[in-house]
């Protein structure tokens, strides 16, 4: 094992040892895998996907069935009424804005019940930006947000509270980039419970970027009436080179489409150029592409646990997105950590990732990535900024031995450079 890299015989002892340690972990794994598998080949039957659903269209796009057909896919793989899954969603957050704005209308309030929502939404809302962006605020949008509890649990008082005079109460799946726990799809069904008993016309709306397929349900199965994510993370299987999702009520995913379009052309309308195959093709590698991903992140929790650092979440907790964090302790190790993780990339494997000050962050950051396509973070990647408790966030990894072996390789760094005391 291993006799491919230069890796120091006790990196190798331990790595052997927290793989057993996770050998619990990767059996619930493997089902969750072949649930999803067998989950999302059902949804091509229902969507009785051909041949020529692979091809594109051009122009208008008019009666495109490869469009129409994924998003039915998405649809029935989510448990939901209708999907939007579009190459011309740039981003994740591009997708999240655009049932944002699709949904909420001047006067409307809207309730983040996750406390701060990812950073890069901040501009969307209006939280953060100029005076004249076109944010949500702009616009005569309201927007309250409810913290979590100190353990982090949503603060379930708070949020029957404010759901009355809401009309949208919005919730974060993943931990993203902080240290909170992320929340499994039971809470986000308990809390989609708690609102609507206290507003049953409130829409409940979850960033679901970085959870898909890492359960066996998802939040529009336990009444989420609106989620969207990024393709270049879970859902794309590491195949679709761009795009997005919405899914959820078939009235609001139409709304959606208005304002991805325009109202009235909505959904129908749109081109899909060449894309499509690998559209298709990434969501039915998905189930097994995110497993490895996961599987990835328990081993590097395990590993890492053994090597004396501080691990969240640890190898046993159970797990709703792809994301781990290592507490590094230093400046020194935590870029080790990344350079490391840089040698284990299939692309890109001789460069060297540095700390650089990145706009909108108030500490230089850290970011190791080589990826097929860029930016991917289905793909094993690695980002920090540069503060206490100088943590690390780790996801992706396509396939588990590599995923494994980049992970082997961000120790043998720190062991070389003499940050690691075996
Ligand atoms: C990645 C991510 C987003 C969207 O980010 P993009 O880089 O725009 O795709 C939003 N929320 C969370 C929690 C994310 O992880």
Known sequence: MMDFFDIDPRLKALAA???????????????????????????FFKAGVSEAHLKGTTGYGYDDRGRDGLDQVYASIFGAEDALVRHTFVSG??????????????GDTM?????????????????????????????????????????GSPDYEAIAAAAPQAKMIYLQRSRGYSL???????????????AKEANPSVIVMVDNCYGELV?????????????????????????APTGGYIAGRKDLVELC????????????????????RSMYQGIFL??????????????AAAFYHLLGFEVTPTHEESRTDIIQSVLTGSPETLCAFCRGIQKGAPVDSFVTPMPWD?????????????????GASIELSADAPLREPYAVWLQGGLTYPTGKAGVILSAQEMLSEGLLKL
């Open 17 to 43: 040892q927290a793989e057993e340690l996770c050998r619990p972990a990767f059996d619930r794994i493997g089902r969750i895998e072949e649930y999803n598998g067998q989950k999302v080949l059902s949804a």
């Open 180 to 194: 909170r726990p992320s929340l499994s799809v039971e809470v986000i069904g308990r809390v989609a419970r708690t």
């Open 111 to 151: 309730v983040s019940v996750t406390g701060a929502p990812y950073d890069t939404l901040e501009e969307t809302i209006g939280i953060r930006g100029g005076e004249n962006t076109g944010s949500l605020m702009n616009f005569g949008v309201k927007y309250r947000q409810i913290e979590l509890l100190p353990d």
């Open 93 to 106: 957050t591009h997708a999240l804005a655009t049932a944002l704005f699709g949904v909420l209308r001047p």
């Open 286 to 299: 998905a189930p097994t592409v995110v497993a490895s991903a996961v599987k990835t992140s328990i081993f």
């Open 215 to 239: 359960e066996e349900k998802e939040p529009t199965q336990v009444g989420a009436d609106l989620i969207a994510g990024s393709l270049i993370k879970n859902p794309g299987g590491g195949i």
């Open 358 to 374: 990145m706009p909108g962050y108030d500490s230089q950051v850290i970011m190791a990535a080589g990826a097929f396509t860029m």
């Open 257 to 276: 489409g208005y304002r991805l379009t325009c109202p009235g052309m909505g959904k129908e309308v749109g081109c899909t150029l060449d894309v499509l």
